[in-house]
C-alpha cells in the first residue's frame, strides 16, 4: 500500500513539473512571437529601428521598414506572392500605418507587397513612386515589370486616400532630430546621366544617417549606376552598413564600388540558395576575401539594426516562427544557431 502511494507522489510530481515545463515553454513562446514595438526589441533606449525583413519566398525581394517614435518608413514591400512573409512581420511588430512607402524601381519583386497592401487597405499617408513607370514598364513584362500592376498600384493609392507623389520630388525625410533618409541618385530611366544601364540603374538610392550611423540602401544598382556613384557620391563619403545591390547576384557594381563604401557590414536581401549559387560568386567571395561581416535574409531571417543616441548601432536577428512546435524546435537548436549580436564595437 505504501509502495502505490510513494507511486502515485513520484507520478503527480512528474506530472507538476512537465505542467510547469509546458507552461513555461508557452509563455516563452507567447513573448517570442508578440512583441509590442519594434523600437522595444533591443536592450536599451534605441532611438531608430531598421529591419530588413525576409520577404524572400517565390521570389527574391527587398523590404526595409525604418521606424522612430516619430515615422515609419517601408522602402520596397517584395513581392505580391510573398506577401505571406510581410503580412506577419507587420502584424507581429503592431506595425499599423505607414508614413512613407517608397518604391526605388518599378521590379514586381520590390513593388509586389504594396499591392496587397493597398487591396486591405492598410493606410499609407504618401507613397513616392516612378510615375514614369507605364512607359517604360513594357520593354521588361512580364518577367520584370508588369504595367497593369502599376496602373493598379495607383488606382488602389487614389481609393485609400493614399497620396501618390512621383519620386523625384523626394527630398529628405526627418525621421527625428539625428535621423534622416537622404536622395543620393534618382534618375529616370530614359533621360538620367546613367549610359548604358537599364531599370535597375534607375533604382533610388537613399542614404540613412541614424545618429551618427550611416547606411547606403541601393535598390537594385547594377553596374553602369554604380561606377557612377563611385566616380561622383562615394568619392567623399563612407557608410558603416551597406544594404547590398541587386540582391547579391550578377550584374551588380564592380568591386571597387564596395571598397569606395568602406562599410564593414552587408545586409543581403537573398534567399538561402540564390546566395550560395553562382550567380552570387563574386559577392560572396569579395565579402570573405574583405572579412566583410554578411547577413543573408535568407540565411538569418529578418535583420534588426537598432540605432542609439550615443552613435552606436546593435544588430539582431528575428527568425518567423509560425508554430508552437516550431518554437521549440528553435530553442532546441539556439546553440548551433545562435541569435546575432553585432555591435559597433565589434568594428
Not at 540602401?217 to 557612377?228: I, K, P, Q, S, W
Not at 552587408?266 to 550560395?276: D, G, I, M, T
Not at 550567380?279 to 566583410?292: A, C, G, N, V, Y
Amino acid at each position: 500500500m505504501s509502495t502505490m502511494k510513494a507511486l502515485r507522489a513520484n507520478l503527480h510530481s512528474q506530472l507538476f513539473f512537465i505542467f510547469l515545463f509546458l507552461a513555461a515553454a508557452y509563455l516563452g513562446w507567447f513573448s517570442f512571437t508578440r512583441v509590442p514595438h519594434l523600437l522595444e526589441t533591443a536592450d536599451g533606449n534605441a532611438r531608430v529601428v531598421w529591419a530588413s525583413i525576409d520577404v524572400n519566398g517565390h521570389h527574391q525581394g527587398d523590404a526595409h521598414l525604418i521606424q522612430s517614435a516619430g515615422a515609419t518608413v517601408l522602402i520596397d514591400a517584395g513581392s505580391e506572392l510573398d506577401f505571406g512573409k510581410l503580412s506577419p512581420f507587420l502584424e507581429r511588430f503592431a506595425i499599423e500605418s505607414l508614413d512613407f512607402a517608397i518604391v526605388t524601381h518599378p521590379h514586381f519583386d520590390h513593388y509586389g507587397g504594396f499591392i496587397k497592401m493597398l487591396e486591405s487597405r492598410f493606410p499609407i499617408k504618401k507613397l513616392f513612386i516612378d510615375t514614369e513607370g507605364l512607359s517604360f514598364c513594357k520593354d521588361e513584362a512580364p518577367w520584370g515589370c508588369r504595367p497593369d500592376d502599376l496602373t493598379k498600384i495607383t488606382h488602389l493609392a487614389k481609393l485609400n486616400g493614399t497620396e501618390i507623389i512621383d519620386r523625384r520630388e523626394l527630398l529628405t525625410i526627418t525621421l527625428d532630430r539625428a535621423t534622416t533618409l537622404d536622395i543620393v541618385a534618382n534618375f529616370s530611366y530614359k533621360t538620367g546621366p546613367i549610359e548604358n544601364g537599364d531599370i535597375n540603374d534607375s533604382s533610388l538610392v537613399l542614404a540613412l544617417n541614424a545618429h551618427g550611423t550611416k547606411v547606403l540602401f541601393t535598390g537594385d544598382a547594377n553596374r553602369a549606376l554604380g561606377v557612377y556613384l563611385t566616380n561622383s557620391h562615394l568619392a567623399s563619403r563612407r557608410y558603416d552598413i551597406l544594404k547590398a545591390p541587386h540582391h547579391g547576384t550578377e550584374g551588380l557594381p564592380d568591386n571597387g564600388f564596395f571598397v569606395a563604401t568602406g562599410a564593414r557590414i552587408f545586409v543581403v536581401p537573398s534567399p538561402k540558395e540564390l546566395w550560395h549559387s553562382d550567380r552570387s560568386k563574386r559577392l560572396r567571395e569579395f565579402t570573405k576575401d574583405h572579412q566583410i561581416k554578411t547577413l543573408v535574409n535568407g540565411e538569418v531571417g529578418h535583420v534588426l539594426v537598432h540605432f542609439f543616441d550615443n552613435g552606436a548601432f546593435r544588430i539582431s536577428n528575428v527568425r518567423e516562427t509560425r508554430s508552437f512546435k516550431e518554437w521549440l524546435k528553435d530553442q532546441l537548436l539556439l546553440r548551433r544557431n545562435p541569435p546575432l549580436k553585432i555591435s559597433r564595437q565589434s568594428f
